[in-house]
T-cell receptor
Framework: DAGVIQSPRHEVTEMGQEVTLRCKPI?????LFWYRQTMMRGLELLIYFNNNVPIDDSGMPEDRFSAKMPNASFSTLKIQPSEPRDSAVYFC?????????????FGQGTRLTVV | GENVEQHPSTLSVQEGDSAVIKCTYS??????FPWYKQELGKRPQLIIDIRSNVGEKKDQRIAVTLNKTAKHFSLHITETQPEDSAVYFCAARNTGNQFYFGTGTSLTVIP
């Protein structure tokens, strides 16, 4: 397996534009997490899915952020409209909860810059 | 929800010395505690983990201890090497399989 795949790796956009980040979890994993990483706040959990269903989105900062998981192999995080303070690295992670395998595997991240 | 606190935020040690990073958590039902290492510009990757039914685990130069009563867990790196320089994150997983991370410790090993 290639691991968790995120795209794009880097995104530079102008304030007010819509941004869509994409994630392909590891095949067979039934949990998917979106995190935002900044120097000030570290790794913040934004939302997570179990079996494609959003379980907890309490970490989503505001209504400008939305996430979907239409199937087991794809998820998106959308910001509309984007603002400079959204600039951060966004990580997607997936895990499969079994008695022996519990860690979360991270993608390479998307570095978002909103100018 | 779970609250994970991590200290120190930065740590510098001489090569060969030991490094200790400490974390506390708030949810007594949390049952799995992984540690991740993130090198500059790369993804966090698991280096060691411990489950709530174990008090200590060791893997070569790294070890983790867990005190469930006090809700503390710590990462110990012995005989540090320059390649150990990175940001380290502790995390706690709750019964809902949510992973909550500490704010990270930037470790610098001085040759």
């Amino acid at each position: 397996d290639a691991g968790v795949i995120q795209s794009p790796r880097h995104e530079v956009t102008e304030m007010g534009q819509e941004v869509t980040l994409r994630c392909k979890p590891i095949s067979g994993h039934d949990y998917l997490f979106w995190y935002r990483q900044t120097m000030m706040r570290g790794l913040e959990l934004l939302i997570y899915f179990n079996n494609n269903v959003p379980i907890d989105d309490s970490g989503m900062p505001e209504d400008r952020f939305s996430a979907k998981m239409p199937n087991a192999s794809f998820s998106t995080l959308k910001i509309q409209p984007s603002e400079p303070r959204d600039s951060a690295v966004y990580f997607c992670a997936s895990s499969r909860r079994t008695p022996s395998t519990t860690e979360a595997f991270f993608g390479q991240g998307t570095r978002l810059t909103v100018v | 929800g779970e609250n994970v606190e991590q200290h120190p935020s930065t740590l510098s040690v001489q090569e060969g010395d030991s490094a200790v990073i400490k974390c506390t958590y708030s949810d007594s039902a949390s049952n799995y505690f992984p540690w991740y290492k993130q090198e500059l510009g790369k993804r966090p990757q698991l280096i060691i983990d411990i489950r709530s039914n174990v008090g200590e685990k060791k893997d070569q130069r790294i070890a983790v201890t867990l005190n469930k009563t006090a809700k503390h867990f710590s990462l110990h790196i012995t005989e540090t090497q320059p390649e150990d320089s990175a940001v380290y994150f502790c995390a706690a997983r709750n019964t809902g399989n949510q992973f909550y991370f500490g704010t990270g410790t930037s470790l610098t090993v001085i040759p």
